[in-house]
Structures are given as C-alpha cells and as structure tokens.
C-alpha cells in the first residue's frame, strides 16, 4: 500500500475551476495505477478518472471534457484540474492506488473502487449555483 494525502479542495461557483493534488508517499508510475472517486451525502462513491501505469485515463460520463487526471511522476503526484464546475460535482473527493502494474484498453474499467486498496483522506469540493 501507499499513503495518499489530497489537497486542493474548496468552494467555487458554477463555472469555475479547481486543481485536486494527490501527494504519494513513494512514485507511482510503474508500480500503482491511479484514480480519482468521489461521494456526495447520501450517495455512493463513485469513479471520476482513472490512470493505468502507463498513463492511459479515463473518466466517468459526467465529467468528461471537463475534468482532466495528470500525474508527476518527479514529485509522486497525481492531479485532478476540474474545469466548468456544476453544483451536481459538490463531493468530498478522493484518491486512491491500485497495486501492481495495470495497463488497459479500455480505461472505463478502471473507475471501479473495488480494485483499489490504498485511499486518501478525501479533500472537499463544493460547487454553488
């Protein structure tokens, strides 16, 4: 396992942008794959974007084109830029890391939580209207 701190969080009005930091206690290029989840009160976690260890993402219907998922590799730092924000993207926001070298044609496949065992702390978003 790793350990995942998130940063970037806070409170915007629709339209506008956020920047979510995911700081690793080791680099995770080769040896984790990557994602970013989120839950709103009352509703179940679900997969926002993904990255496979060769830097294949993916992203969930409701964000695409608008949420981006980078990584650093020098700084062990994955990122999640959130453009166009909408009241529906209010969540607590989450980062998490798969073991092992993952590597996929079809990058949808990896918004499943299940197949993640190291979580951070979760960072806030909220988006008014």
């Known amino acids: 396992q790793v350990h995942l701190v998130e940063s970037g969080g806070g409170s915007v009005q629709a339209g506008g942008s956020l920047r979510l930091s995911c700081a690793a206690s080791?680099?995770?290029?080769?040896?984790?794959?990557m994602a970013w989840f989120r839950q709103a009160p009352g509703k179940e976690r679900e997969g926002v974007a993904g990255?496979?260890?060769?830097?294949?993402?993916g992203y969930a219907d409701s964000v695409k084109g608008r949420f981006t998922m980078s990584q650093d590799n020098q700084k062990a730092t994955v990122y999640l830029q959130m453009n166009s924000l909408q009241p529906q993207d209010t969540a607590m926001y989450y980062c998490?890391?798969?073991?092992?070298?993952?590597?996929?044609?079809?990058?949808?496949?990896?918004?499943?939580?299940?197949?993640?065992?190291?979580w951070g702390q979760g960072t806030q978003v909220t988006v008014s209207s």
């Open positions: 998490a890391a798969g073991d092992g070298f993952r590597m996929t044609r079809r990058p949808e496949l990896l918004l499943q939580a299940s197949d993640y065992n190291s």
């Open positions: 990255m496979d260890s060769v830097g294949t993402t």
């Open positions: 080791e680099n995770t290029s080769s040896n984790f794959f």
